[in-house]
């Protein structure tokens, strides 16, 4: 059964925690994509990721970072650097030489 | 000026009628276009993506792209209490390219009456 996973589905985390949000896909895609979603806006692009061990920030990394060490796999770490991390996070994939994205069913961060 | 521009909504229609969602997009270099249907609480899944210029029927769902206008509607024939939810519209402005990147509108909310 192919897809894309994520996982927690709710994640709570103190100020001043790290957490890290897991996305793994077996669809065998290349590029794979971190998205964040606040009420009322639209997708904001965090990281993505075209190739295994290579990554590039999107338009609000700051206070995120990533790893691609295997191509299955591309984690999102929420620092404590970033001051407002409470959204919904979505991880999305896409193979190469297309264009159109598939989705996880996402991660709902919530700081207490 | 945002990128991708979408009227919130929300947008209400009686069952059965046609929804049209619009959207508008400001880099003329656009490729290709997407839209995703969201319901509250879960994530995006694709609808429709279309490349060229025209209409482009799936079902009851017909994207229309016109370039010159940079403009993207999508329509949902015989509208139904399941067809209730937030459409977002995507636009990517390279097709498979490096850079592959989608843009999205912050999405139109459609409520549909039974």
């Known amino acids: 059964d192919g897809g894309i996973t994520q996982s927690p589905k709710y994640l709570f985390r103190k100020e001043g925690q790290n957490v890290t949000l897991s996305c793994e896909q077996n669809?065998?895609?290349?590029?794979m994509y971190w998205y964040r979603q606040d009420p009322g806006q639209g997708l904001r692009l965090i990281y993505y990721s075209q190739i295994v061990n290579d990554f590039q920030k999107g338009d609000i990394a700051e206070g995120y970072s990533v790893s691609r060490e295997k191509k299955e796999s591309f984690p999102l770490t929420v620092t404590s650097a970033q001051k407002n991390p409470t959204a919904f996070y979505l991880c999305?994939?896409?193979?190469?030489?297309?264009?159109?994205?598939?989705f996880g069913p996402g991660t709902r961060l919530t700081v207490l | 000026q945002k990128e991708v521009e979408q009227n919130s909504g929300p947008l209400s229609v009686p069952e059965g009628a046609i929804a049209s969602l619009n959207c508008t997009y400001s880099?003329?270099?656009?490729?290709?276009f997407f839209w995703y249907r969201q319901y509250s609480g879960k994530s995006p899944e694709l609808i429709m993506s279309?490349?060229?210029?025209g209409d482009k029927e799936d079902g009851r769902f017909t994207a229309q792209l016109n370039k010159a206008s940079q403009y993207v509607s999508l329509l949902i024939r015989d509208s139904q209490p399941s067809d209730s939810a937030t459409y977002l519209c995507a636009v990517n402005l390279s097709y498979g390219g490096a850079t592959n990147k989608l843009i999205f509108g912050t999405g139109t909310l459609l409520a549909v009456q039974p």
């Open positions: 669809l065998n895609h290349d590029a």
């Open positions: 279309i490349y060229s210029n």
């Open positions: 880099d003329r270099g656009s490729q290709s």
């Open positions: 999305a994939s896409r193979r190469d030489r297309a264009d159109t994205q598939y």
